[in-house]
DNA sequence: GCCGTTTTCGGCCCGACTGTTTTCAGTCG
């Protein structure tokens, strides 16, 4: 939690530790008083940073100064920052504010309900530091001694440090998705409603999501709202009013909804298109696109885009140009329908104005399925069952790929049990040729990359293959450097067709492992070796921004689900949704191509 | 502190809900 230092991250200056300081200064300001652009602007910067593919030492060592200026949302004074950053370590500017500011400050600005006013208010009146202070401080009746701070205000203090206390981190997009999902189907029955939809970052399919925004469609808003905070599994309402209202849930069975906070908003039929861009987000694509609204004498809202006068006022009744749908409120704007999954304002709108949006891949474009497991290492199912799961997708092919010896726990294959599995896989496809089936079985391995960067089975058998799948299992604690060097040198092997999970994360449970993703994904391009998409909702690694990043160096990419049984194939849509964040198009994707032309990409053509 | 198909200075999105207020500030998304 505490990110006061850089120094805890290690000698390397990497841009998650700049982004995160730049968030903190922005914080320490916000309590301060400092004027909220300056504030602002800070903030837009540590996520433009958190949001680059490229790490700013490589960007700063090759450009200098000047080439960090021409990063969007960074100006001279961050960049100098930046600069001081990497070559000394350290900010003299962020040592003083961190100096200045109990750490604890932060936190409570962090409560649901507390923002930098208050907070700054409780330090500097009551001298209140932590949260611990501050909940003997509400338990005592003390704060209803500050202007501004009632009864009401007090409990809700009390209550946001219990959950506060209890917080165990954002849920994942599967367990919000699988809540999400239920929370629609009982609202579409209240009375009046037409449609109710997941918006949101949801609907963006970020890996991780704070809250579940839903948006219903409806004549009789207020009997939305009775059912929705009337909903059995609600443990608090946070708000309620006519058009907004937001919930807590209960901690489910086996945590499956764990505290999730809901948001429900309720709005007519003929403010459906400027409502769902409103509630999709994300926050900084929408002020993106009002500002540009308002630089063509526009104004956009929830209710729809209108003409305003130079007063700024709305012109007149009737001067409401769009809002019945998303693409209507794109039109007013002079814009192209952007897809969900890319409004995060990195670039959507310049690539929306300039033609140049890229067309996202669909699932309805996959060919295969690239990476899955069977009962011959530590999968649930036999070869046939996963064959005709996938044959039932539709695919045309599916590569069969277990373990290697090394991974014990898995129970890897070695030499000699993978040559049998060859051979048995010849044998199976031999007879779907017979019964007149196109689909084809391919012959693989998800074989370790080893310490020293060799492989995890003999070349002769490698060469086998129709394809091998690479991927490091050990070790995740090496640094930087020889973890970096590692993965390269299975890409330089020649053996190796995909590395699969290159990072190695588990969202939420294991960090990624430190690794200069630009140098391998440089390296791949070269050796025409694909990144994998691994669809697993806790790895979906590579994730968005380093998927961008292979994009704009012209890496293939192969979107996978690593499936250890067959009704996990239907995991593939957050690798897809994954990918579609990252800027990937169809033709990006190898198991987007036909049969004879992957094998020619496998080298097996 | 950032930024420029009105600007290198003077702007910097829009609205709902709550609580403590006699008309609005603070917070949130």
């Known amino acids: 939690m505490d990110n006061r230092t850089l120094t805890e991250s290690g000698p390397q200056v990497n841009n998650r530790a700049i982004a995160r300081l730049f968030a903190t200064v922005a914080d320490i300001l916000e309590v301060k008083g400092e004027n909220r652009f300056r504030v602002l602007s800070y903030r837009n910067g540590a996520e433009a940073i ?3 593919g490229s790490e700013l030492t490589g960007i700063y060592h090759d450009g200098g100064v000047p080439a960090l200026i021409e990063l969007p949302g960074i100006g001279k004074g961050i960049a100098a920052k930046i600069e001081e950053l990497i070559t000394t370590g350290r900010s003299l500017f962020v040592e003083e504010l961190l100096e200045s500011t109990p750490p604890g400050i932060l936190d409570i600005l962090h409560l649901a309900g507390m923002g930098p006013k208050k907070t700054g208010s409780l330090y500097r009146e009551l001298g209140i530091d932590s949260i611990e202070a501050l909940e003997a401080a509400a338990a005592t009746g003390k704060l209803q001694t500050l202007p501004g701070f009632g009864e009401k205000t007090e409990q809700k203090i009390l209550k946001a440090i219990e959950s506060f206390k209890s917080f165990s981190g954002r849920n994942r997009i599967s367990i919000a998705r699988a809540v999400a999902a239920g929370l629609i189907e009982y ?18 399919w970020r890996e991780n999501i704070g809250d579940v925004d839903l948006l219903a469609i409806s004549t009789e808003p207020l009997a939305v709202m009775e059912a929705f905070t009337g909903h059995p599994s609600v443990a608090t309402v946070v708000m309620k009013g006519s058009t907004r209202s937001t919930v807590v849930l209960e901690s489910g069975g086996g945590g499956r909804s764990s505290g999730l906070q809901v948001d429900l908003r309720v709005l007519s039929p003929d403010d459906y298109g400027s409502a769902l861009v409103h509630f999709t987000g994300s926050k900084a694509h929408n002020v993106a696109l009002r500002e540009r609204a308002k630089a063509k004498g526009l104004k956009v809202s929830e209710y729809g885009v209108f003409r305003v006068t130079a007063a700024g006022e709305v012109a007149a009744e009737g001067e409401r140009i769009a809002g019945a749908t998303e693409e209507s409120v794109y039109s007013a704007l002079g814009l192209p329908f ?31 399925d690239l990476h899955c497991h069977t009962v011959w290492s530590d999968g649930a199912c036999p070869i046939e069952e996963m064959a005709e799961a996938a044959m039932a997708l539709g695919y045309d092919y599916l590569a069969v790929t277990d373990h290697s010896r090394s991974l014990t726990v898995a129970h890897g294959l070695d030499s000699a049990r993978l040559a049998e599995q060859i051979d048995k896989i010849d044998v199976y496809n031999e007879k779907l040729r017979e019964s007149g089936k196109s689909f084809r079985l391919l012959k693989g391995s998800e074989v370790d990359i080893l310490s020293d960067g060799t492989l995890d089975h003999p070349d002769v058998l490698l060469a086998r ?37 290159p990072t190695g994360r588990l969202i939420g449970m294991r960090e990624p492992f430190e690794i200069d993703m630009e140098a391998v994904l440089r390296a791949a391009k070269e050796h025409h070796v694909a990144m994998e998409v691994n669809s697993y909702p806790e790895r979906l690694d590579l994730n ?30 957050y690798g897809v949704h994954t990918a579609r964040r990252g800027w990937i198009e169809p033709e990006d994707v190898i198991n987007c191509l036909p049969l004879e032309e992957l094998l020619r990409f496998l080298g097996k053509g």
């Not at 961008?548 to 160096?553: D, G």
């Not at 012209?554 to 250890?564: F, L, M, R």
């Not at 049984?565 to 239907?570: E, G, L, R």
């Open 50 to 52: 958190d949001s680059m």
């Open 338 to 368: 952007i897809a969900p999954e890319l409004r995060e304002d990195r670039g959507e709108i310049e690539a929306a104005l300039e033609g140049t949006l890229p067309t996202l891949v669909e699932q309805s474009d996959l060919r295969g």
């Open 544 to 573: 968005d921004v380093h998927l961008r990043l292979a994009k704009e160096l012209g890496v293939k990419v192969a979107i996978s689900t690593d499936a250890h049984a067959a009704d996990q194939f239907v995991n593939m849509e």
């Open 465 to 501: 293959l129709d394809i091998v799948v690479a991927a490091v299992h050990s070790g995740f604690g090496m640094e930087r450097a020889k973890m970096t060097a590692r993965v390269i040198a299975a890409i330089e092997s020649g053996r190796v067709n995909i590395i699969a999970h």
């Open 187 to 204: 609202l579409k029955e209240v009375s009046g409603v037409t449609s109710v939809e997941a918006a949101g970052s949801l609907r963006r």
